[in-house]
């Protein structure tokens, strides 16, 4: 139940202040111009094409997308920026994090990075898998939401969609493949057993000999998702 405390967009005017202040935390903070996607291209989109309640719902399940992949971009950022920092060609090379403590700090900040990355990385493609369900198979979303597996359930409905294209079919292959690719090298293990990212993130081998060097390829799929889901709204795409 909501408080009148809770945030939540008034009207658009307020979309468009918080878009601007945005823009402007990610510049000041880390040189970032996140303008992939619009929210107020997607509010005036959603808002003038379906009722309230079901733009609204639409709306919010983006901004979560949005503001999650803000976040992820920031976990991206800091893990990049601490190993380039501490552990490229040249710095705290070879030996063992117990060596030293800038060692140790730097290492332990480079497990903290990663780890957020891949929780945060794994639920973003849920909310994304739920945020295309809204958009084109509206009704069936409470089904996809209750599901054991989101991975099936998203695959099922999106295959049952009436005129789905066949460029939309193999963008939904794509995003499987890379969920169960993501899950065998980094999120199974850490969810679900005594975790194995330490061996890597704790490793004082380099680049990109580290298996950390592959969540380079993961960032870059869902950055690309990013870009197709903002292109939405501009009526370029359909996925």
């Not at 808002?47 to 976040?71: E, V």
């Not at 060692?103 to 898998?129: C, E, Q, T, V």
């Not at 995003?175 to 330490?198: C, N, Y």
């Amino acid at each position: 139940m909501e408080s009148k405390e809770d945030f939540t967009f008034k009207n658009r005017e307020e979309v468009i202040r918080f878009e601007n202040l945005i823009k402007s935390y990610n510049e000041k903070r880390f040189s970032l111009h996140l303008d992939q996607i619009s929210l107020v291209k997607a509010y005036d989109y959603l808002y003038g094409l379906y009722p309230n309640n079901k733009a609204s719902k639409i709306f919010t399940a983006l901004f979560d997308i949005y503001i999650n992949f803000m976040l992820l971009y920031y976990e991206f950022s800091d893990l990049g920026g601490t190993w380039n920092r501490f552990f490229s060609k040249g710095k705290l090379e070879g030996g063992s994090l117990l060596d030293s403590e800038e060692k140790f700090f730097g290492k332990i900040d480079i497990h903290r990075f990663s780890s957020n990355f891949i929780f945060r990385y794994r639920a973003l493609w849920d909310k994304i898998m739920g945020f295309l369900i809204l958009m084109y198979d509206f009704d069936n979303h409470q089904k996809f939401n209750d599901a054991k597996s989101k991975k099936r359930t998203f695959k099922k409905l999106a295959n049952e969609i009436k005129g789905i294209s066949k460029d939309s079919i193999d963008s939904i292959d794509l995003i499987l493949k890379t969920l169960e690719k993501f899950d065998s090298e980094f999120r199974t293990a850490e969810a679900h057993g005594t975790g194995s990212l330490r061996k890597s993130s704790l490793s004082m081998s380099q680049m990109p000999d580290n298996p950390l060097f592959k969540l380079i390829d993961y960032w870059e799929a869902i950055w690309l998702m990013f870009i197709l889901i903002g292109k939405m709204f501009d009526h370029e795409t359909e996925l």
